[in-house]
């Protein structure tokens, strides 16, 4: 079961940087949470031949990068569609007077645990492959199994 919320910030060059931080100190509830950028939009208002510059700051990884590079009159929106999972995110407008627009949805899945080594099966394991088995009866007789086209067993009796 999952929870989905929009999410919506304005940077302009007095509120420059806003932080998006995981909902992540209910025992009770835990969750998976994710963030996903869909659009980052200039203003109306912008200046005409000015760059915004839009930088985002992850805390897990320490990664600071560009995701968005705006000018009124020549780019004024992107779809990064970029996610940020289980990770608090700072996004800041690093040149430019904005206003800028960043929206995208706030999901939170409940956390199932699986172990990797016992959920994770090969499909040899899983499929019996249309080549012949030979099965030791007896010293002079051996019973052959194969698939049919159905996948049914079919035993024959080999002497």
Not at 17 to 40: C, F, H, M, T
Not at 43 to 66: R, S
Not at 98 to 127: A, F, L, R, S
Request: net charge negative; with cysteine; aromatic share 6%.
């Amino acid at each position: 079961m999952s929870e989905e919320s929009f999410y919506g910030i304005t940077l302009t060059a007095e509120n420059n940087a806003v932080l998006w931080d995981v909902l992540s100190n209910d025992e009770d509830y835990p969750r998976g949470q994710k963030l996903i950028i869909r659009q980052i939009l200039l203003g109306a208002e912008a200046k005409e031949g000015e760059f915004n510059v839009v930088e985002v700051h992850t805390i897990k990884d320490n990664l600071k990068i560009p995701i968005a590079v705006l000018k009124a009159g020549e780019t004024r929106a992107c779809n990064p569609d970029i996610e940020f999972y289980e990770t608090a995110v700072t996004f800041k407008l690093i040149k430019g007077n904005g206003p800028v627009y960043i929206h995208g949805q706030n999901i939170k899945d409940e956390v199932e645990v699986v172990d990797i080594e016992d959920g994770e099966t090969d499909e040899e394991d899983d499929v019996v492959e249309e080549e012949e088995y030979e099965i030791q009866a007896s010293p002079k007789k051996k019973l052959k199994m194969e698939n049919n086209a159905d996948g049914k067993t079919i035993k024959n009796r080999k002497k």
